[in-house]
C-alpha cells in the first residue's frame, strides 16, 4: 500500500489521528533530540502556527531526581520570562506517560552557525548584543540567571532577530544560599565567568555579564577572546582576562569589551551601564514588553490532560456573572497517576500567590477591596472577577502592580491566583508574605502547596 506523501515538515496531507496532540497541534518531523527528549515540529490545528514540541518521557525522569527538578525548574524560569527576545513556551500538557513543552518555533536557527561563517558587520552584531542585553535585563528583573549564554543558545527567527533559548541551566532565587550567592558549577567553559570556575560563591546576574561580553567578542571578531590549546594556559588567560583585540574592533566597542571582560565580577560593569554606553545607545530602542508585556501574566499556560480524556478548557459563559473555571494544575494533576506536576506553579518562587476558599466569588472581591485600600494601592476592575492593584510608589523597576483573578474550581469552592503584573518581583514576594497573606487569613481554606488543598 503507497505511504502518504509527506512535505518537509513531515506533514501528511490528510492530517493522522495518531500525529494529533490534544485535539490541538498535529506533530510532524523530528528537529532534535536530547537524553531525556524529542523535539518535533508542530501545527496549530486552528490557526496554521507552527509551534516547537518537545516531548519528555516520565518513566525516563522519574528515574532521575535531579532532571525531574531541572524540567520543573525550568518550566516556571520560562513562565516567568516571557519577552519579545526570548522564545515563548506557549503551553505545556502532559499524560500518564509524556509531557509536552509547545514552545515558539524559532526558525532562523541557531547564531552560532551564522558566527561560524566568520565575523558579523558591527551594526548587526550591534543589534544582536541589544537585543540579548534586553532579555538578560529582563530575566534579571525577574530575578532569573540564565547562566550558559553562548551562540548555540540564541536562535534567530524568520525576521532576523534573537531569541535567548534552553533556560534548562538557569538559576531561582531559592538557589541562593545563605551567603547570597550561587555555588552550582555550570555553564560552558568558553563563555562560563571566571568566579564560577574559581568554585566559589558567585553572583549569577554578574555571571552573564561576563558571558555576554564573550558573545559580543566573538560577533565582531569570528572567534573566541580567550583561546590556547594548553588548557592550563587557557584559564590562567580567562581567569587574569588575557585577550587582544583585532585590529577592525572600533574603539566604542573595545571600550565595552574592556569593561565587560573584567576578572573582578565587583568592578565588572552593570546592565544598566552596559544600556548607557555610546556603542550601546547606537539604534536602540527598548522593546515593547518592557512597558506591556506583564499585562497577561495571568493567563494559564499549564494544562494536564490524562490520556482517555480530552483537553480540558474552560466551559462555555453564562448569561449571568460567574467566576471562570481553573484547571487548577494541583488539583487536575491529582487525577493522573504517578506524576504529580503541582510544583511548576513555582510554589517556592511566588509564595502565597495562590490560595483555595470556601467563600462566594463576590464576597473574595469584596474583601480583595478592603485589603487593597489598607495597603494605599489602587483597584482596578478589569473584568467581573479580575482585578489589578496599583502601587502608588515608585520601586525598584517602577511601580509594584498585582493582578488578582477569581476562579471557581467547584460549586463551594474558588481559587484565587495572583500574579506580579509590573514592578520589581522580590518586592512582590515581600508584599504577599508580609502584607497580603495576613490580611486575607479570615477568607483563606488553603494557600498553595499547604496538604489540605489536595483534600477536594
Same mark, same amino acid.
Given at each position: 500500500m503507497e505511504?502518504?506523501?509527506?512535505?518537509? %515538515?513531515?506533514?501528511?496531507?490528510?492530517?493522522? $489521528?495518531? %500525529?494529533? &496532540?490534544?485535539?490541538?497541534?498535529?506533530?510532524?518531523?523530528?528537529?532534535?533530540?536530547?537524553?531525556?527528549?524529542?523535539v518535533y515540529h508542530g501545527r496549530n490545528l486552528v490557526?496554521?502556527?507552527?509551534?516547537?514540541?518537545k516531548v519528555i518521557n516520565k518513566?525516563?525522569? !522519574?528515574?532521575?531526581?535531579?532532571?525531574?527538578?531541572?524540567?520543573?525548574?525550568?518550566?516556571?524560569?520560562?513562565?516567568?520570562?516571557?519577552?519579545?527576545?526570548? +522564545?515563548?513556551l506557549k503551553e505545556v500538557m502532559a499524560t500518564k506517560t509524556k509531557i509536552f513543552f509547545v514552545m515558539e518555533y524559532v526558525k532562523g536557527g541557531e547564531l552560532f552557525a551564522k558566527v561560524s561563517r566568520g565575523k558579523l558587520k558591527?551594526?548587526?552584531?550591534?543589534?544582536?548584543?541589544?537585543?540579548?542585553?534586553?532579555? +538578560? =535585563?529582563?530575566?534579571?528583573?525577574?530575578? +532569573?540567571?540564565?547562566?550558559? &549564554? !553562548?551562540?548555540? %543558545?540564541? &536562535?534567530?527567527?524568520?525576521?532576523? =532577530?534573537?531569541?535567548?533559548?534552553?533556560f534548562g541551566l538557569s538559576a531561582l532565587p531559592e538557589q541562593l544560599r545563605k551567603d547570597g550567592l550561587l555555588h552550582t558549577q555550570c555553564g560552558t567553559p568558553a563563555y562560563v565567568a571566571p568566579e564560577i570556575l574559581r568554585k566559589k560563591g558567585y553572583d549569577g546576574a554578574k555571571a552573564d555579564i561576563w558571558s555576554c561580553g564573550v558573545v559580543l567578542f566573538v560577533l565582531l571578531a569570528g572567534y573566541l577572546p580567550f583561546r590556547d590549546e594548553n588548557v592550563v594556559k587557557l584559564y590562567r588567560k580567562l581567569f587574569k582576562a588575557e585577550f587582544e583585540f583585532p585590529r577592525w574592533f572600533s574603539?566604542?566597542?573595545?571600550?565595552?569589551?574592556?569593561?565587560?571582560? +573584567?576578572?573582578?565580577?565587583?568592578?565588572?560593569?552593570?546592565?544598566?551601564?552596559?544600556m548607557q554606553s555610546p556603542w550601546f545607545q547606537q539604534g536602540f530602542t527598548r522593546p515593547v514588553a518592557f512597558s506591556i508585556q506583564q499585562e497577561g501574566e495571568t493567563e494559564?499556560?499549564?494544562?494536564?490532560?490524562?490520556?482517555?480524556?480530552?483537553?480540558?478548557?474552560?466551559?462555555?459563559?453564562?448569561?449571568?456573572?460567574?467566576?471562570?473555571?481553573?484547571?487548577a494544575f494541583e488539583f487536575i494533576s491529582s487525577m493522573s497517576s504517578g506524576f504529580d506536576l503541582s510544583s511548576l506553579f513555582e510554589s517556592k518562587r511566588k509564595s502565597g500567590s495562590m490560595f483555595t476558599?470556601?467563600?462566594?466569588?463576590?464576597?473574595i472581591m469584596s474583601k480583595l477591596r478592603s485589603v487593597t485600600r489598607k495597603l494605599n494601592f489602587g483597584f482596578v476592575l478589569e473584568k467581573e472577577f479580575k482585578v489589578r492593584m496599583q502601587g502608588k510608589e515608585e520601586g525598584r523597576k517602577g511601580k509594584l502592580a498585582v493582578a488578582v483573578e477569581v476562579f471557581e474550581v467547584a460549586p463551594e469552592v474558588a481559587v484565587v491566583e495572583?500574579?506580579?503584573?509590573?514592578?520589581?518581583?522580590?518586592?512582590?514576594?515581600?508584599?504577599?508574605?508580609?502584607?497580603?497573606?495576613? $490580611?486575607?487569613? =479570615?477568607?483563606?481554606?488553603?494557600?498553595?502547596?499547604e496538604s489540605n488543598c489536595h483534600q477536594l
Open positions: 505511504e502518504n506523501k509527506k512535505d518537509g %515538515n513531515g506533514y501528511e496531507a490528510e492530517p493522522s $489521528a495518531k %500525529n494529533i &496532540l490534544f485535539g490541538k497541534y498535529e506533530m510532524g518531523r523530528v528537529l532534535g533530540q536530547g537524553t531525556f527528549a524529542k490557526s496554521g502556527e507552527s509551534v516547537a514540541i518513566k525516563q525522569v !522519574k528515574r532521575d531526581g535531579l532532571v525531574m527538578e531541572q524540567i520543573k525548574r525550568e518550566i516556571s524560569i520560562m513562565r516567568l520570562v516571557r519577552h519579545p527576545n526570548i +522564545v515563548e558591527e551594526d548587526l552584531a550591534r543589534k544582536y548584543f541589544q537585543q540579548l542585553i534586553s532579555a +538578560v =535585563d529582563f530575566c534579571h528583573s525577574r530575578g +532569573v540567571s540564565h547562566r550558559d &549564554l !553562548k551562540p548555540e %543558545n540564541l &536562535l534567530l527567527d524568520e525576521n532576523g =532577530d534573537l531569541k535567548v533559548s534552553d574603539e566604542d566597542s573595545k571600550r565595552l569589551i574592556s569593561k565587560l571582560l +573584567v576578572s573582578d565580577p565587583e568592578k565588572r560593569i552593570s546592565i544598566l551601564q552596559i494559564e499556560l499549564l494544562s494536564l490532560t490524562d490520556d482517555e480524556s480530552s483537553s480540558l478548557s474552560s466551559p462555555s459563559p453564562s448569561p449571568s456573572p460567574s467566576p471562570p473555571f481553573y484547571n476558599s470556601k467563600c462566594s466569588a463576590a464576597a495572583f500574579s506580579k503584573a509590573a514592578g520589581d518581583t522580590l518586592e512582590y514576594i515581600k508584599l504577599c508574605e508580609e502584607d497580603v497573606r495576613p $490580611a486575607l487569613k =479570615d477568607i483563606v481554606w488553603s494557600w498553595q502547596g
